[in-house]
């Protein structure tokens, strides 16, 4: 399915160019992260999340519904390589070096794509000194690897992970093994599926984008529901993050969290409401 820059303002995604280093490198970091996933989890405990900087680590989450997720996900960063460097020179297991390493030299390698879609945005949006930003490195990505575990069975069509649209200006989802993630369609607010899998990659706004761009692109509410195949077998993920680091952030501390928010409030929203979410 291709798709193009002016499909963010009427779909709220777009495809993204997948060349072939990219791609491979994407797949050998899906397959040392399912891999890292299979350790005990005391083995995976021995990188802590941490939020000093952009986030990086591993997280077990337990939750369900809007208060939180069931899965375990883990952070790289290009910010926090000697965060990762010093928890990992005491492992010795083969599965954690392999996915530190894979996952450490992708964050290498999604810079021209995001370059194409900085300057895309930037020429049909108006959003000045987009490609500015990227090359000046304003634009910080991280990338999250994420597994959610298999349910019971019968529990198929159930919410994984929570609707939400993204705090960070803006996400592209790399790769998905199993199908399940769907996002809400901003003319009738219906739940639809996402063309993302393991040979196609999107882009999408969040809520920094929608900001900046004083309302033409909206943050993309989007969720993961439960199908018949990873019920059974789990579902895994790769998404990067790309927060504005010029742009005000969401403020959670005093507008909440916003899984608990009206599914798509933020659809509607005059720019001058919604700029009043954001910490000053």
């Known amino acids: 399915m291709n798709t193009s820059i002016n499909d963010l303002e009427t779909k709220g995604f777009m495809t993204l160019p997948y060349p072939a280093d990219l791609r491979l490198a994407v797949n050998k970091t899906a397959l040392s992260w399912q891999k890292f996933c299979a350790l005990p989890v005391e083995v995976k405990k021995a990188f802590p999340y941490s939020n000093n900087k952009d986030g990086v680590g591993y997280e077990l989450k337990e939750g369900e519904g809007n208060k939180g997720d069931l899965k375990e996900n883990f952070d790289v960063s290009t910010t926090d ?17 392999d996915f530190v390493r894979d996952a450490t030299n992708l964050t290498k390698l999604f810079e021209p794509a995001l370059l194409d879609f900085a300057g895309q945005a930037e020429e049909k949006y108006g959003l000045k000194g987009f490609v500015d930003k990227v090359k000046n490195g304003k634009i910080v990505p991280f990338v999250r690897c994420i597994h959610y575990p298999s349910l019971k069975p019968g529990q198929i069509g159930v919410e994984t992970a929570s609707a939400h649209v993204d705090q960070s200006a803006f996400t ?28 196609e990659a999107i882009a999408f706004p969040a809520m920094q984008l929608q900001l900046w761009s004083k309302g033409k692109l909206r943050g993309l509410y989007h969720r993961v529901i439960s199908t018949p195949e990873t019920v059974n077998k789990g579902r895994w993920s790769m998404v990067v993050f790309f927060q504005d680091k010029e742009l005000p952030k969401y403020d959670k501390d005093t507008q909440g969290r916003l899984q608990e ?7 509607q929203m005059s720019n001058g409401e919604f700029s009043k979410l954001f910490k000053k």
Do not use: R
Request: proline share 4%; net charge negative; glycine share 8%.
């Open 261 to 267: 928010k009206e599914v798509g409030f933020n659809y």
């Open 172 to 199: 592209f989802h790399l790769w998905e093994k199993g199908k399940g993630v769907q996002c809400l369609t901003y003319a009738d607010k219906q739940w639809i599926d996402m063309p993302v899998s393991e040979g």
């Open 81 to 97: 390589k000697n965060w990762l460097d010093a928890h990992v020179q005491n492992i010795k297991d083969p599965a954690v070096l």
